[in-house]
């Protein structure tokens, strides 16, 4: 199966959980937000099945695919751990990410997720250059 028909199967995917979520429960999938509505308990099961689906996700691909699917990280574990925690708290301070924010706020047209989406390309177009720069 050809890599851009996997990322466009995966995309359309997305595109459609999440509409299936708005229509179903009238919430926007925001990843950040309903993970951090489970943990404070305020989340229903709607939520949990929908992040319970993510992660079976490359379950699904396995049986379709016949294996896993190739995942390459070259950063090392404190370096993946300190970026994890800063995604989480540019995520709660943008109050979405790039799911919430990039999925389902530029298709709603939302000019606040315009500036967050534009503002999340430019700081990850700016960690690679500055990353590249010291490596």
Known sequence: ??????????????????????????????????????????QSTVGLAFLTGLVLGPVCYRVLAGSWPAVTIQARTPLLIVAGLLVGFGSRMGSGCTSGHGVVGLARLSPRSLVAVATFLTTAVLTVFLMGAFS
Request: aromatic fraction near 2%.
């Open 1 to 42: 199966m050809s890599v851009y028909l996997i990322s466009l199967t995966g995309g359309m995917l997305i595109g459609l959980s999440a509409a299936i979520l708005i229509l179903a429960n009238g919430r926007v999938a925001g990843i950040s937000g309903i993970a951090g509505r489970l943990l404070q308990g305020r």
